[in-house]
């Protein structure tokens, strides 16, 4: 068994007095793809934010490469190697695509030149659209900014929430083929996604949460293939 490189044991949590977590526990391997789907309401972005400390938990507790992180703000993991990209407001819209890659590595001094010749290696359109302003993008390239803006921080692990919200079936189906690439060359992807049949088709571990609880936990294919879980998440 590979070791996991990211634990989250029974998180519970939850904003003022609100709990949405409830013992929820996220985990994954180097290299593998892992995405969070359930219905509407269930902590699926939570659980994303708590991974990276984005919420406090009242117990419970997140291990990254065997290391206890559950203390660390967001910006102390992504110097563990974590990066985040949330749904909204995850560009710069007034600067241009390449002024948002290098702000991704505001944190490194050296080898951005290879860093960025990868991203337009694997988003052409950006290398093409370098000199235009983020804003002018269309929905799907935007999201090619955020994701490529959070690989120039060179992640071991690259957390997505919601990355194919409101874009074309089209569009998606490209985002899932990058976010594929970018697992085999050795990065971990963790996922939200409402597009629950697309995510679980691409996934080596998905779990399903309900009211902030593990409810299934399975590789993607085997979810896929329950009668229960297609009946209920999957729409038949």
């Given at each position: 068994?590979?070791?996991?490189?990211?634990?989250?044991?029974?998180?519970?949590?939850?904003?003022?007095?609100?709990?949405?977590?409830?013992?929820?526990?996220?985990?994954?391997?180097?290299?593998?793809?892992?995405?969070?789907?359930?219905?509407?309401?269930?902590?699926?972005?939570?659980?994303?934010?708590?991974?990276?400390?984005?919420?406090?938990?009242?117990?419970?507790?997140?291990?990254?490469?065997?290391e206890d992180i559950t203390s660390l703000s967001p910006e102390e993991r992504v110097s563990c190697g974590m990066a985040f990209v949330p749904q909204t407001q995850?560009?710069?819209?007034?600067?241009?695509?390449?002024?948002?890659?290098?702000?991704?590595?505001?944190?490194?001094?050296?080898?951005?030149?290879?860093?960025?010749?990868?991203?337009?290696?694997?988003?052409?359109?950006?290398?093409?659209?370098?000199?235009?302003?983020?804003?002018?993008?269309?929905?799907?390239?935007?999201?090619?900014?955020?994701?490529?803006?959070?690989?120039?921080?060179?992640?071991?692990?690259?957390?997505?929430?919601?990355?194919?919200?409101?874009?074309?079936?089209?569009?998606?189906?490209?985002?899932?083929?990058?976010?594929?690439?970018?697992?085999?060359?050795?990065?971990?992807?963790?996922?939200?996604?409402?597009?629950?049949?697309?995510?679980?088709?691409?996934?080596?571990?998905?779990?399903?949460?309900?009211?902030?609880?593990?409810?299934?936990?399975?590789?993607?294919?085997?979810?896929?293939?329950?009668?229960?879980?297609?009946?209920?998440?999957l729409g038949g």
């Amino acid at each position: 068994m590979t070791a996991p490189l990211l634990v989250g044991d029974q998180m519970t949590g939850g904003y003022g007095h609100t709990t949405i977590l409830n013992g929820c526990s996220i985990a994954l391997a180097q290299g593998e793809i892992a995405v969070i789907v359930g219905p509407n309401g269930a902590g699926k972005s939570t659980a994303m934010k708590a991974l990276f400390g984005m919420l406090t938990l009242r117990s419970g507790s997140v291990h990254f490469e065997g290391e206890d992180i559950t203390s660390l703000s967001p910006e102390e993991r992504v110097s563990c190697g974590m990066a985040f990209v949330p749904q909204t407001q995850n560009i710069f819209t007034t600067m241009s695509v390449e002024e948002n890659l290098e702000m991704g590595a505001y944190r490194r001094r050296e080898g951005l030149g290879e860093t960025m010749s990868q991203i337009f290696s694997l988003f052409p359109v950006l290398k093409e659209k370098r000199s235009q302003k983020a804003g002018e993008l269309s929905g799907g390239q935007r999201q090619q900014v955020a994701v490529g803006r959070a690989l120039m921080t060179r992640p071991k692990l690259l957390m997505l929430d919601e990355p194919t919200a409101g874009v074309s079936p089209i569009v998606m189906d490209e985002l899932f083929d990058r976010i594929i690439e970018v697992a085999r060359s050795g990065i971990s992807i963790l996922m939200v996604e409402q597009n629950a049949r697309q995510a679980l088709m691409i996934a080596d571990k998905a779990y399903v949460l309900v009211q902030g609880a593990n409810r299934y936990t399975d590789t993607g294919q085997a979810l896929l293939a329950d009668p229960e879980v297609r009946k209920t998440f999957l729409g038949g």
